[in-house]
């Protein structure tokens, strides 16, 4: 919500007295005084005139969890168990998913509970690379990391995908950095040059790295700096 908005829907206080607050520096965003009253503010933020707090900042959450296959990337599901289950019961209803995983897909999963965080992270239009390891059932030809970087036609939305870059490892093992995140897009890649997926483990997203200390099922909260790479 934009800032004058949050002080002019306190009791008493006008758009013309929010303004006048704003202009004497009589407002401040986590303790920093803040004149700009068209800034958009969430609620994880406080925010006080002079010494009165008229937003308190609620607890935001952001983790990062090494999805192990057979768990949804959803929040409920009466079949199957949802990566939900794997977290802490006191944190499961302020979260949701940042970019799901097919349900036998691993790896890097990001869950909080800051929706415009999430946003920034998943929106198409940022091209945030995303970087899959990828073990084929056939050996990968040789001419397709070049279609891959051509981009891969898919008819069912009418568009190409964005150009995307394949590393070969070995015979049948990839790493492939996409940057978007369509609907069983590595899967729907690979299957358009006539090979198949058999398993798919993301490693990062934007600046954002799988930590190698957790073990599949596990989870920790990101640092700062991996809250603020996501901007
Ligand atoms: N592409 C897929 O096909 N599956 C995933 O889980 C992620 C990307």
Redesign the pocket.
């Known amino acids: 919500m934009k800032l004058s908005r949050i002080l002019s829907n306190q009791n008493g206080i006008s758009r013309r007295q929010a303004n006048l607050l704003l202009a004497a520096g009589r407002v401040r965003i986590d303790g920093e005084i803040c004149q700009d009253g068209g800034l958009d503010i969430s609620r994880f933020r406080e925010v006080c005139i002079d010494l009165e707090v008229i937003q308190r900042a609620e607890p935001a959450y952001y983790l990062m969890l090494n999805k192990p296959a057979g768990y949804l990337s959803a929040t409920e599901d009466p079949v199957h168990p949802t990566v939900l289950d794997l977290i802490e019961p006191a944190l499961r209803h302020h979260l949701h998913i940042g970019g799901?995983?097919?349900r036998a897909?691993t790896g890097l999963l990001i869950l909080s509970s800051d929706g415009l965080w999430t946003r920034r992270l998943t929106e198409p239009r940022v091209k945030i690379p995303k970087v899959?390891r990828v073990t084929t059932a056939y050996p990968i030809c040789p001419d397709t990391a070049d279609r891959f970087a051509e981009g891969i036609w898919f008819n069912y939305e009418q568009l190409r995908t964005s150009p995307a870059r394949l590393e070969q490892l070995g015979s049948n093992e990839a790493r492939l950095t996409i940057y978007e995140?369509r609907y069983?897009?590595?899967?729907?890649m690979f299957h358009a040059v006539g090979n198949r997926?058999i398993s798919?483990h993301?490693e990062r997203m934007g600046d954002l790295l799988l930590d190698p200390t957790l073990s599949f099922g596990g989870y920790r909260p990101l640092t700062a700096a991996e809250i603020s790479s996501v901007n």
């Not at 069983?184 to 729907?188: G, I």
């Open positions: 799901r995983l097919d897909s899959y995140g069983h897009q590595v899967k729907r997926v798919l993301r």
